[in-house]
C-alpha cells in the first residue's frame, strides 16, 4: 500500500449525515428528484413539485445541511451504498474537473438507467472506450465550435418548422406545450436524422417508452421489444445518411471497433427535447417581462433567421432558462479510488450527487439567484462560477452545447421576430421584479399570440 493511501486511510472520513438528516435529504432533496423523472418528465408530478415549491425546500434543507456538517461531501446514511452530496462550488469544481478519473461519469445509478437504451453511449462510458466515444461525440457535434458545420442546413430546418408551429398559431391565437412539442420534434428529427425522418413520431415515442422506464433505474425491467424496434427504426434513419443532418457525419466520422456509432445517437435526441422545455421557460420569462424581452426582439430584427446567425443575447436567455430550471435534475460521479477532503477520507466507490436545483439557486453563493439574469452569461459571471453549471463543466461538459444553443436561440428568435407572446397560464407567477420560482414546468405554460405588424 502507498504511503499517501495509508495516510488517507489513517485520517477521519469526512462527516456522515444522521439517519435522520438522510431521510430528511431523501425525503425533500431526492424522492422529488426522483419522483419526477430524471430521464423523461412526469407531468403530473411536476404539477405537484411546481405546487408545493419543491426545489425552494430542498435548497433550503441542502443550505442547512452545509451549515450543520460543514462544506462536505456530506456522506448519507444509506445502507450498502456509499453516497455523498456535494454541497460547495468548489467542491463541484473539483468533481468535475476530476472526471473521468477519479470522478468517472460512468456512475453506477447511471449506467443502470442508461443501459435501457444506448449501454455504449459515452455518458455511461469509461477508460479508453470514454476517450473514442467522447472524440467521436465531439466531431459530429462540433463541440468548440459555436456555429456547427452544418449551421446552414440547421438554420433552414428550425425557421421552416417555427414557420409552420407559427403559422398554426396565427389561426388560435394560442400557444401550449402540446402544440409546441410537436414542432421541436420535428426540428429534432430533421437535425439529427434528417428531413426524411421529421413525421416518425414513432422513434420519439418509443425513445420516450425506453426512457421512462429508466427513469426507474434499476427497478424496471429492459422492454427488449421496445429497444429492438427503436434500434431498427434508428438504424433505418442513420443508414441514409442525409446531407445535412447529423446522420451524414456519423457516417463520415472515423470510427474504431470501441465508438459504437448508433449507441451515441439515443443521448442526441434525448436531450434535445428539454431544449425545448428550457426554450418554452425562456418564452414564459420573456413573455411576462417585457424588459428582457426587448433585447431579444432587438437582437433579431430585420435578421434573415433562415442562416444561421449569432444571437448572444438570445443565447443567454437559454442558459439562464437552464439554470434557472435545470434539465439534468442531478449531475453524478463515482469515485474511482479513495479521495481526500480538507484532511478527511471519503472512500473509493462513493457515488456523488451535485443536485443543480439547488445549486444553481443558493443564494448564498450566487447574487442573482432567483432573477432572470441572462448578463450574467454575457459578461463572463455566470461562465466563472461552479455554481452556474447548466451544461457540467470539465472534461465531460455537454458536448452538444453549442449545437443547442443554436438550435434554441434560431427557435425562440424566429418565434419573437414578428409576434408578440403574452403568458396567460403559468404554474407560478413570472412577474417582473419578484423572485423568479424555483420550480416551474413546462406543460402548464400557455401562452396567447399576436402577429406583430412588420414596420416597412
Ligand atoms: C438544454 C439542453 C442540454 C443541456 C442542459 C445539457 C446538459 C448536459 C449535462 C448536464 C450533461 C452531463 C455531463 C456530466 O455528467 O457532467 C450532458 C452530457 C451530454 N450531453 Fe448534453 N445537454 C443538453 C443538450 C444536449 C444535446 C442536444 C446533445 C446532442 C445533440 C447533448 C449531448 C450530450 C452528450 C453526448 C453528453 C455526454 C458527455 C460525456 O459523457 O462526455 N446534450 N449534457
Excluded at 155 to 163: G, Y
Amino acid at each position: 500500500m502507498s504511503v499517501v493511501r495509508q495516510q488517507i486511510l489513517n485520517k477521519v472520513e469526512v462527516p456522515r449525515a444522521s439517519v435522520v438528516d438522510t431521510l430528511r435529504i431523501g425525503a425533500v432533496v431526492l424522492a422529488p428528484a426522483i419522483a419526477r423523472g430524471v430521464l423523461a418528465r412526469r407531468p403530473k408530478v411536476v404539477a405537484l413539485a411546481e405546487k408545493f415549491d419543491a426545489d425552494r425546500h430542498a435548497g433550503k434543507l441542502m443550505q442547512r445541511m452545509r451549515a450543520r456538517y460543514g462544506s462536505g461531501p456530506l456522506r448519507l446514511a444509506v445502507p450498502g451504498r456509499s453516497l455523498a452530496m456535494v454541497l460547495t462550488p468548489d467542491d463541484v469544481r473539483r468533481v468535475l474537473t476530476g472526471s473521468p478519473e477519479p470522478f468517472a461519469a460512468a456512475n453506477l445509478e447511471k449506467r443502470k438507467a442508461l443501459e435501457h437504451f444506448q449501454p455504449h453511449g459515452v455518458l455511461i462510458s469509461h477508460g479508453a472506450d470514454r476517450a473514442d466515444r467522447r472524440r467521436f461525440n465531439e466531431e459530429v457535434l462540433d463541440t468548440h465550435h459555436d456555429v456547427h458545420c452544418q449551421g446552414a442546413a440547421i438554420a433552414e430546418k428550425v425557421h421552416q418548422e417555427a414557420a409552420g408551429l407559427l403559422a398554426a398559431v396565427d389561426r388560435t391565437g394560442a400557444l401550449d406545450w402540446d402544440a409546441f412539442r410537436i414542432a421541436w420534434w420535428r426540428v429534432i428529427r430533421r437535425v439529427v436524422l434528417g428531413d426524411a425522418a421529421r413525421d416518425d413520431s414513432e422513434i420519439s415515442d418509443l425513445l420516450t417508452t425506453l426512457r421512462m422506464n429508466a427513469n426507474w433505474s434499476f427497478a424496471h425491467p429492459r422492454r427488449d421489444r421496445v429497444r429492438h424496434r427503436f434500434q431498427e427504426r434508428l438504424r433505418e434513419h442513420l443508414a441514409r445518411a442525409e446531407p445535412g443532418s447529423l446522420a451524414e457525419l456519423v457516417a463520415r466520422a472515423p470510427a474504431t471497433e470501441r465508438t459504437v456509432p448508433a449507441d451515441q445517437v439515443p443521448q442526441w435526441l434525448f436531450a434535445f427535447e428539454p431544449a425545448g422545455m428550457a426554450v418554452f421557460r425562456a418564452l414564459a420569462v420573456l413573455a411576462a417581462r417585457p424588459s428582457a424581452a426587448g433585447p431579444a426582439r432587438d437582437e433579431v430584427a430585420g435578421l434573415d433567421l433562415s442562416a444561421p446567425q449569432d444571437l448572444p443575447y438570445l443565447r443567454a436567455c437559454v442558459q439562464e432558462s437552464v439554470r434557472l430550471w435545470p434539465t439534468t435534475l442531478a449531475v453524478l460521479r463515482d469515485s474511482t479510488t479513495d479521495t481526500e477532503w480538507e484532511g478527511r477520507m471519503l472512500p473509493a466507490g462513493t457515488g456523488l450527487i451535485i443536485h443543480t436545483p439547488s445549486l444553481q439557486r443558493d443564494e448564498q453563493n450566487l447574487s442573482y439567484a432567483d432573477d432572470f439574469a441572462p448578463g450574467a452569461w454575457l459578461d463572463g459571471r455566470a461562465e466563472a462560477d461552479w455554481s452556474a453549471i447548466p451544461f457540467s463543466g470539465g472534461p465531460v461538459e455537454c458536448p452538444g452545447r453549442n449545437l443547442v444553443l443554436l438550435v434554441t436561440s434560431l427557435f425562440l428568435g424566429a418565434l419573437l421576430q414578428e409576434h408578440d407572446f403574452r403568458l396567460v397560464a403559468s404554474g407560478r407567477p413570472l412577474t417582473e421584479g419578484a423572485p423568479l420560482p424555483r420550480t416551474l414546468g413546462a406543460f402548464g405554460l400557455r401562452f396567447g399570440v399576436s402577429k406583430v405588424p412588420v414596420k416597412v
